[in-house]
């Protein structure tokens, strides 16, 4: 099933001479990655995601973590994550395939009432999770891709197997997170709360003896649980959310480097300078420039 699954997804994304940049399809919230080479580990901003591996493998990081994902094996990313990732195993002749599904947290809330098996506890959860997909789900998403090609199918079947993949990974063993997130009480719920304010105003200082009051918990606690589950602080899972969007306005919006610094709220372009740098591996001046092509951004795989 899942070689099949790859040779289509193949197929699909020669006939539309795609490149090596994960691609959106025309099945809602369905995305395909095709990668002909290794790349180097890169900064990254994974949404709330659920990605299959058909072929090759790639790694993800989880604060000093490294998430493995080869062939078979699936990641679910339950909350909005700056990270890096890389592609380990690629080549020409085996490219790196993936099928990558955005999450619909309304419709894991919705199913978390449902009675289910298996899966692990919902202690210890992390915000990227992997193991080896079940046949179910690999047999799901296999559905899903088949929409691509059936347009007037999709408004009855994308609903109902959507519906399934949800479930699936609810009862998966790396699901924990999504199960958490689906109690209102629960830290992680409460955590990706904070994430939630922070991305939609990572412009302006964080004050994280705020962020933890409107979410409930003591400064202590909300530094722990935000750590266990991101990998990272408050400040710097910030500053990583600054320095990818600043790329994002410099490259897409063509805005130079002072401009870009002051729109993700620096006050210093020269301190802007020294930490992107230190991110990306080049200066700034080099992505506004356009003078180096890079696929870090968010990612879809």
Excluded at 52 to 80: E, N, T, W, Y
Excluded at 152 to 169: C, N, S, T
Excluded at 212 to 237: D, E, N, R
Aim: hydrophobic content about 45%; aromatic content about 6%; proline content about 6%.
């Amino acid at each position: 099933m899942l070689d099949d699954l790859a040779r289509k997804v193949l197929a699909y994304a020669d006939a539309r001479g795609l490149g090596d940049e994960p691609s959106k399809t025309n099945v809602p919230g369905l995305n395909v990655s095709r990668q002909r080479s290794a790349t180097e580990l890169a900064p990254v901003l994974y949404e709330p995601i659920f990605c299959l591996v058909l072929q090759g493998a790639k790694q993800a990081l989880q604060g000093q973590r490294v998430v493995d994902f080869p062939k078979g094996h699936s990641i679910i990313v339950g909350i909005d994550l700056p990270t890096g990732a890389r592609v380990v195993e690629a080549s020409p002749t085996q490219p790196y395939v993936a099928l990558a599904l955005k999450l619909d947290m309304a419709l894991i809330r919705e199913l978390s009432g449902e009675p289910r098996s298996g899966g692990a506890g919902d202690s210890d959860v992390v915000a990227i999770m992997a193991a080896e997909a079940d046949e179910a789900i690999v047999e799901a998403m296999g559905r899903l891709f088949a929409l691509v090609d059936k347009p007037a199918a999709l408004p009855v079947l994308h609903p109902l197997v959507m519906r399934e993949i949800h479930y699936w990974l609810l009862c998966a063993s790396h699901g924990a997170l999504l199960r958490a997130l689906a109690q209102a009480d629960s830290h992680a719920s409460r955590i990706a709360q904070a994430v939630g304010a922070i991305r939609e105003g990572f412009e302006q200082p964080i004050v994280v003896a705020n962020l933890a009051s409107a979410v409930g918990m003591s400064v202590s606690a909300f530094h722990l649980h935000f750590k266990a589950i991101t990998g990272t602080t408050p400040l710097q899972y910030q500053k990583r959310l600054r320095l990818i969007e600043a790329r994002r306005l410099m490259q897409a919006e063509r805005q130079s480097v002072s401009t870009a610094a002051f729109s993700v709220g620096y006050e210093s372009p020269t301190q802007f300078s020294r930490e992107y740098t230190r991110m990306f591996g080049i200066p700034p001046v080099r992505h506004a420039r356009g003078t180096w092509h890079s696929s870090m951004g968010i990612s879809g795989t």
